[in-house]
């Protein structure tokens, strides 16, 4: 009898212990969607063609959603994603790529993007900014779960001007092609996305 | 006569009734949009009115806040600003600032940029922000026209 109580304390222990480590890794990562089935065809500021996640396989994705006309929130996205490539840079890690996507294809050239990134000081080695068609873009936009509405739009100097309200978000995706976990792209914790990356590595 | 000295010394050196301090913008390119950052302190026992700001750097300069609606950032413009007496009121990302839409020319990191803030009692104040990624905690250049 004595036997019996104690093989059901133990199997009564292992099993909370095996909940509380189920609970504490759906808290790391909240997400576990695959993208492996997709792939965008995009190009990057020095106009390569891009597939993506395609191109990015084995390697962990920061990705987040910008336009570059927009002066306040994106450029806050971009430079959290610049503070983390520089943080992993400094713990040695280079297998993690920056990927920038505009959702604003039609202002958005190659040409300007590449400027974009010369005026922040991108390390471009391992951090692309992307654009395609507005097809392409808007289905990729449809899985990443980014929505982007432009307000109203006046005329300068005879070409439009307008903003968007938009997702503010920056991604990760692990090294299978999985999507695991999201972030506000402008309030980003930076040390939070830090220690993630290392947990997926 | 020290005593007058003393107060002469402390009469010339009062704080002006506004200062524009911690001025920077982003830098961007002709043709893009930036936006500027500031702390505006309001040293009177008066509450003063930011009503405009003017710029020859873009075509269109206008007081904008960003607000987020449910996830979603936006930003719109907005008229005024009330800077309450004895506070200070800052322009900051995310938040309040000012918007220079459709550049006349390229805003270079490092670089200092003249823009003039208008106030209801302070007059305008001309100030340098300079181009950086990030706030400046310098005090910047500031001249009151009024």
Redesign the interface.
Known sequence: MKILKLILKLQVSILLLLLLTVSGCKSDFELNENLKGFSFTLSDQDGKTVKFPADQKDKIIVVGFIF??????C??TV?NMQLVQNALKTDGMDDVEFIAISFDPERDTVALLK??AA???IDERNFKFLTGTRKEIDSLMSVMRI?A?T?DTTM??G?P?Y???????ISIIDRRGFLRKEY?G??ANIEEIVNDIKKLR | MLNLIIGFLLLTTVAPKVEVLNNWM????KD????VYAKIKNNSDKADTLYSVSSTLA??TEI?E?Y??G?????RKVDFIVIPAKKTFELK??SH?I????LNQDIQ?GKKYTVTYKFRRAGEIKVEAIAS??AVENSSKMHNKK
């Open positions: 570059t006309h927009c002066p306040d929130i450029p806050l430079n400027k974009f005026l922040r000081e929505v509405v307000g300068i100097d070409s001007s903003f968007y309200t938009h997702t503010d978000r506000p402008s309030k | 982003r830098p961007s390119s893009m949009n930036t936006a075509k269109v904008h960003t987020d609606k996830g979603s950032m936006g930003m990302p995310g600032h918007m220079l839409i459709k990191k990624e990030k």
